[in-house]
């Protein structure tokens, strides 16, 4: 089977950091074939093509730039660069979150295999629609909920199905980024009427606590703090949510943009999780930003956030050198790539009548993010903002035939 050609469609900071890299070390190692990428503008391309960490690690890689020069916004591009792909190829989606259902649909329609970044679509109503599409086609969408793959998260998800966690019942989690994104793109976009911390980086901490103990939320309630950014619009920039689970647990998510930039690590996060067994309590700590390594450089190394004082995570995306040429990606920010496209493959490489019951094996292992298993994500944003509008008042999940979300009472 010749490697599937791949079109990356969005060049920000997601597509620098963890995918263009990953999906370059496919290619050097030939899973994958030819590359192209699709921004708005050609600077956003141009700036991708020349990214010093990524020529550093793959100096003699390059791929296929839409818009090629430097004209733009072309906000359909992405369109005819789909359209030229032979069909049954990959399309990984990074554009901005109001984005995805648009590129994700027509990607379905033109016959690509989908790898999406988080959050797939903004309502369950998205999701159902693109997964009965994707599965008319034969075809696999896979979002990519990187930390997944984080080796902690699947000891846990085993040793808590394995029954040495017995039953989640009370659990915290943190994910503060650092105070500078208020200087960033966000004060345009992540303002009251679109978003807010909890709907950002909230997700990450659901999303975990079903992966680990397969329950699912069933209501939501999310206090928003408003505060200002830099060019007065006004964001909800911290947020506090309850999230009670089908067995009656509840997961307290704090999230926020105020992580000092003094401080070392690019952010704070973490998950404990109490549970019950028996005669006994079961304890799970994860923290996931202080990795063991502390690092006290003779200069800031700078960067977006940098300090002179580190604590590097060696877990999520680092470059090592293997002896060249240039260097490998190595942490879960990579093997999520690279077995979400293996994935892809896998199905590809499988007879067109035997791919639906493939589709659904995918759904039920639940290690891969697909509409219909991670469908409860969609719910809890929608929940989500629909709480954190109305003051922090509880909205409830509903599942089954219509699932939705209406006020408690
Ligand atoms: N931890 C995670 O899983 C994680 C982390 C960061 C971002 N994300 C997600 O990734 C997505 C992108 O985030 P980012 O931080 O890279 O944003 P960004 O603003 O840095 O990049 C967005 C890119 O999309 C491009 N774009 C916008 N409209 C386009 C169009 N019509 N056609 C082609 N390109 C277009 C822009 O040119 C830009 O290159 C978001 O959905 C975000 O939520 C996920």
């Not at 620098?16 to 050609?42: K, M, N, T, Y």
């Not at 969408?141 to 019942?169: N, W």
């Amino acid at each position: 089977m010749k490697p599937p050609q791949v079109a990356l469609i969005g060049g920000g900071m997601i597509a620098h950091d963890q995918i263009l890299p990953s999906l370059f070390h496919l290619q050097r190692q030939g899973v994958i074939g030819e590359l192209s990428v699709c921004a708005q503008h050609g600077r956003t391309v141009r700036a991708l093509a020349e990214a010093p960490a990524i020529r550093k690690a793959f100096p003699t890689q390059s791929f296929r730039s839409f818009p090629s020069g430097d004209s733009g916004p072309h906000p359909n591009l992405y369109k005819s660069v789909l359209a030229d792909l032979p069909p049954r190829q990959i399309a990984v989606i990074a554009l901005p979150d109001q984005l995805h259902y648009e590129a994700v649909r027509t990607a379905l329609e033109l016959n690509q295999h989908v790898i999406c970044v988080k959050p797939f679509v903004l309502n369950a109503r998205q999701s159902e629609e693109l997964e009965r599409e994707a599965k008319a086609r034969g075809l696999l969408i896979g979002v990519e909920y990187h930390k997944r793959f984080d080796d902690r998260s699947l000891m846990a998800r085993r040793r808590y199905r394995d029954g040495l966690f017995g039953e989640f019942k009370l659990g915290c989690a943190v994910l503060m980024e650092k105070w500078y994104y208020r200087h960033s793109n966000f004060q345009n976009w992540c303002t009251t009427e679109n978003s807010d911390a909890f709907t950002y980086i909230g997700c990450h901490y659901v999303d975990l606590v079903h992966f680990i103990t397969g329950l699912l939320p069933v209501s939501v309630s999310v206090y928003g703090i408003k505060d200002r950014y830099p060019n007065g619009n006004e964001g909800y920039l911290w947020a506090d949510a309850r999230v009670v689970w089908n067995n009656g647990a509840c997961l307290n998510v704090q999230n926020s943009l105020s992580f000092p930039d003094s401080a070392p690590g690019t952010n704070t996060q973490g998950l404990t999780m109490y549970c019950s067994g028996g005669d006994t309590g079961a304890w799970l700590q994860h923290d996931d930003q202080y990795r063991g390594l502390r690092y006290a450089y003779v200069r800031n190394p700078g960067g977006p956030g940098a300090t002179q004082f580190a604590e590097p995570s060696p877990d999520y995306f680092q470059y090592v050198d293997l002896g060249g040429p240039g260097l490998a990606p190595v942490g879960y920010g990579y093997k999520s790539i690279d077995f979400l496209v293996r994935e892809c493959l896998r199905l590809e490489a499988a007879a067109p009548e035997t791919r639906g019951k493939l589709l659904d094996q995918i759904d039920e292992t639940g290690v891969v993010a697909t509409p219909a298993n991670s469908r409860f994500n969609e719910l809890v944003m929608e929940a989500g903002r629909l709480s954190i509008l109305n003051g922090g008042k509880e909205v409830v999940i509903e599942y089954g035939e219509k699932p939705g979300v209406r006020f408690r009472g």
